[in-house]
């Protein structure tokens, strides 16, 4: 499970900057995640990182595959 850093977490169906928005997870919710389902996407500026490209496969509360960017994200308390 993992929950965004920032106010409203984006779930994209594409690992790229430009792909379509499944999802806007607001912080104060979780998402599962994909056990080893990281890839290298488009480099994105955000959440205090310049250049970072980690794409982490997440559900959608829908339950659609897309891809978030991995230093928006951290791992859900339990």
């Known amino acids: 499970m993992v929950t965004p850093i920032s106010t409203w977490g984006q779930i994209r169906e594409f690992a790229k900057n430009n792909a379509r928005i499944l999802e806007a997870v607001p912080n104060d ?3 599962v995640c ?3 389902s990281t890839v ?3 480099p994105y500026k955000g959440c ?3 250049r970072a490209n980690g794409w982490i496969k997440v ?3 829908a339950g ?3 891809w978030v960017a ?3 994200w ?3 308390p339990f």
């Open 48 to 50: 205090g990182y310049n």
């Open 59 to 61: 559900k959608t509360f």
């Open 29 to 31: 919710q979780n998402r």
């Open 40 to 42: 290298v996407g488009d």
């Open 70 to 72: 991995m230093t928006c």
């Open 34 to 36: 994909s056990p080893n």
């Open 64 to 66: 659609q595959w897309g």
């Open 74 to 76: 951290d791992d859900a």
